[in-house]
């Protein structure tokens, strides 16, 4: 019996947290009864994994260890685990995907993709109006509920998040693709104001208690936003985007962070970068042929035809820096260099593609960067700790 796997079945239908330990009981007998047998050490790694989707703490390692030995259940343990805060925010909203029934594009548009394997096809858009058409069959066969597409739990990675925007000492912060609000209900548990934006309907329905009514639902462009933040988070987000609206979508970006604001992005970017060096390689022909100066018109796709997951705007780093630099926000190189060496040991670890990270601020803003970097250590160096 594989306890991470158990537990996460489990986790997905569970109404309550007796039902959970029940469960737990049944199945730890039916382990007893085939003599399977996993040391103290091992039962928390995987209980903490199938709990709370991610690797124990030192503290909490240290701590459940002991109970064990000292002869405490593990279903006493599992249900301390399921009573807590962190477990309390994560059940409500459960990973849950609606049966959504994606059509082959392939046979659809033929014509459009000019490359097709076993695995992949490529989808050649020669016009705007053909990312537009990509765009809207996202949109109308609801291809973000259908797909993991950001995960709605509190694990490391929102953790993370959660605290470079508190490092960066923000009293407010908006998040666009926020999902059911994972950092943004971190964040207003540390008392800022938050804003949530989404297009997915599952969300709202799944949407953490504290910020359901600080989300909004719709796309960027068209909602109508009076505030300004000192953060604007956009978590692998923009690449989403129709490339074709980009300069649209950071004008209204740029207008939606305060003066001495930030935006942290985060995208799949193509090539090197003098600050996190290659994330992701320039593995397609055509985006080697067509440089740094754009953006790129042949999109990976799966054999169906749908862009991998959801990517329109493929680029390099050259070519998004460019775009939001054209606009009046500019990379703030020290504070970006300041967080690759706080979190190497969770880009190393865990979070590898999260390196592809932009730190960005209005030109006129000049930050004193010794006491930003010290917010930031401050904030992140009791995060990254916990990894061991």
Not at 11 to 21: D, E, G, P, Q, Y
Not at 224 to 246: I, Q, R, T
Request: hydrophobic share 40%; with cysteine; aromatic share 10%.
């Amino acid at each position: 019996m594989e306890l991470t796997r158990f537990l996460h079945s489990v986790i997905r239908k569970v109404t309550s947290h007796r039902t959970l330990i029940a469960l737990y009981n049944l199945a730890t007998r039916k382990v007893a009864s085939q003599n399977e047998m996993i040391s103290f050490s091992d039962a928390i790694r995987e209980v903490y994994k199938g709990v709370y989707g991610r690797d124990v703490d030192r503290s909490g390692y240290a701590l459940f260890v002991a109970r064990l030995k000292a002869g405490t259940p593990l279903s006493s343990v599992i249900g301390d685990l399921i009573n807590s805060p962190e477990f309390s925010k994560k059940r409500d909203v459960i990973p849950y995907r609606s049966e959504i029934r994606l059509p082959d594009l392939t046979k659809i548009y033929p014509e459009k993709y000019s490359r097709s394997e076993t695995e992949f096809s490529v989808f050649a858009a020669s016009s705007e109006e053909d990312f537009a058409l990509l765009e809207s069959l996202m949109i109308k066969y609801r291809y973000y509920d259908s797909m993991e597409a950001y995960s709605p739990i509190i694990d490391l990675d929102k953790l993370v998040t959660a605290s470079i925007v508190i490092g960066l000492k923000a009293k407010s912060a908006i998040e666009l693709g926020c999902f059911t609000g994972p950092v943004i209900s971190l964040l207003a548990d540390r008392g800022l104001d938050v804003c949530g934006i989404d297009i997915s309907h599952l969300a709202f329905v799944l949407a953490y208690d504290n910020v359901r009514d600080k989300m909004l639902f719709g796309n960027l462009l068209d909602l109508k936003l009076d505030s300004s933040y000192d953060a604007f988070v956009a978590m692998d987000v923009l690449e989403h985007l129709n490339p074709f609206h980009m300069d649209l979508c950071i004008k209204k970006i740029r207008n939606l962070v305060n003066a001495n604001g930030f935006v942290l992005l985060n995208s799949p970017m193509f090539g090197n970068d003098d600050i996190f060096g290659t994330v992701f390689d320039v593995y397609f022909p055509e985006w080697q042929e067509a440089g740094d100066d754009s953006f790129w018109r042949h999109i990976h796709c799966d054999a169906r035809g749908w862009p991998v997951h959801g990517h329109l705007t493929l680029a390099s780093p050259k070519w998004w820096e460019k775009v939001f630099a054209q606009h009046g926000l500019i990379r703030d190189r020290a504070t970006e260099t300041e967080i690759q060496g706080l979190l190497k040991p969770f880009f190393d670890r865990h979070g590898p593609a999260r390196r592809a990270l932009f730190v960005l601020r209005h030109a006129s803003n000049v930050p004193d960067h010794g006491t930003l970097h010290k917010s930031l250590r401050e904030a992140l160096l009791p995060v990254v700790g916990e990894m061991g």
